[in-house]
C-alpha cells in the first residue's frame, strides 16, 4: 500500500520486485466465529471468572485464515476501520515498509493488535509496505458489530489498547538496537529480544525457531543481507550464537555477549577445538 491507499502495492520506481505472476494472497474468512476470550488468555486475565462467563458470550468475532506468502489484508483493514482493528490469534507476520531501495521489517505475533496501516501522504518521499505471512495466521476481525456487543465491558478496549502502545514500545526497542554502530551487537541484541518473546530455554542455551533469513535479520538490524551471513558466522565461530537463521541458539547471557562484544570489544575469532571434539 502507498501513503493512504488500502489497495495493492502501486507500480513505479520503488515497487517491491516480485515474481512474474506472485500475486498476494488474501485473507479467507473462516464460516465460524472464535470466542476471543478463549483464543487469547491475556484478554481471559481481565476478568474475574463470573465476569469471564458474561463476556466470553459477547466478545466473538469472525475468523480470517491465511497460508505463508505474501498477504493482501486491505479488505479486512477496511472492514474493521470502526472497530479496534484485527488481533492476531496465533501466527507469525512480518510488516515491510520500503522507502527507496531500503526495506524495514516488524515482527507481530499472537497477542498483537493490527490496525490499517494509514501512511502519511509525502509529495517527496515514496513509500509501500506489505504483511508477509512467515508461519499460518489465524486473525480475529474486530469490527464496529465487535466493539458493539462488548461495550459492556470496558476492559477488553482498554486491554487492546495497551497492546497498541505495548507494540509502538517493541518498535523503539529495536529502533534503540539498530542505532548500535556494530553489527553483531545489533544482532545479538535483536536475538535476545526475540528470545524474550519467542525462545524457549534449554539446558546448553535458549532457543530460538522462527522462520528467519538472513534477509529478514538484515531488514530488522539495517543491514545487507551479505553482511549479516559474515556477522553470524563471527558469532558462532566465538561461540555466542550457533545454528541456522531458522534456529539459533543464543549460549551464556546477553549480559555475557555483551561484555565481549562492548565493554571488552575483541577480535571474534574461531574456538580452539578440544582434542576429545576431534576424536568425535
Known sequence: ????????VEPGPLRWPSRP???PRRAESSPLYA???DADDGLAEEFDVPTRLAARQLATARVLQVGVGECDLSRWFSAARQGPGLLVLDGLLAFETRTG???AAELVGAGDLLQTPDLMADDLLEHTCRWRVL??????LLDRDFAERVRPFPQIVAAL??????RSADLDVVRAISSQPRLEVRL???????ASRWGRVEPAAVRLSLPLTHRLLGQLVAAERPSVSHALK????AGLVTGTADDLRLHGTVQAHLDVLIAHPVPLVKRPVSHESRAG
Request: hydrophobic share 50%; net charge positive.
Open 35 to 37: 470466542y476471543v476470550l
Open 1 to 8: 500500500m502507498k501513503g493512504g491507499d488500502s489497495g495493492m
Open 21 to 23: 505472476g506472485l500475486v
Open 234 to 237: 563471527r558469532l558462532a565461530q
Open 101 to 103: 531501495d531500503r526495506v
Open 188 to 194: 545479538v541484541l535483536l536475538l535476545w529480544h526475540l
Open 161 to 166: 489498547l495497551r497492546r497498541a502502545g505495548s
Open 135 to 140: 508461519r499460518p495466521t489465524r486473525l480475529a
